[in-house]
């Protein structure tokens, strides 16, 4: 088992930036990618950036890429996402995911920016 918890949302008046953070932990040997993904009210869940554990290649959704940046840090399990110019429209609940594939979740945190 993989657990996963994000920190590091907030309210952010838009044009600002939050770093989100996800702190792995228990069975790490089984994460190949890390990845963040959102969901806004009343939308489904989507992908926002993904990682790869050991290689660090990275991919992002359209609508953050030039805005966000997905990295990590080995030695401390942690994965962050380090997004600027934030606009309302990236208000959502994000989540990290991980494993093998994306087989764990964490519980979410809040980010809202305000026009």
């Known amino acids: 088992q993989v657990q996963l918890v994000e920190s590091g949302g907030g309210l952010v008046q838009a044009g600002g930036s939050l770093r989100l953070s996800c702190a792995a932990s228990?069975?790490?040997?089984?994460?190949?990618?890390m990845g963040w993904f959102r969901q806004a009210p009343g939308k489904q869940r989507e992908f926002v950036a993904r990682i790869t554990w050991n290689g660090g290649s990275t991919n992002y959704a359209d609508s953050v890429k030039g805005r966000f940046t997905i990295s990590r840090d080995n030695a401390k399990n942690t994965v962050y996402l380090q997004m600027n110019s934030l606009k309302p429209d990236d208000t959502a609940v994000y989540y990290c995911?991980?494993?093998?594939?994306?087989?764990?979740w964490g519980q979410g945190t809040q980010v809202t920016v305000s026009s």
């Open positions: 995911s991980g494993g093998p594939s994306y087989d764990y």
């Open positions: 228990g069975s790490i040997f089984r994460i190949n990618v």
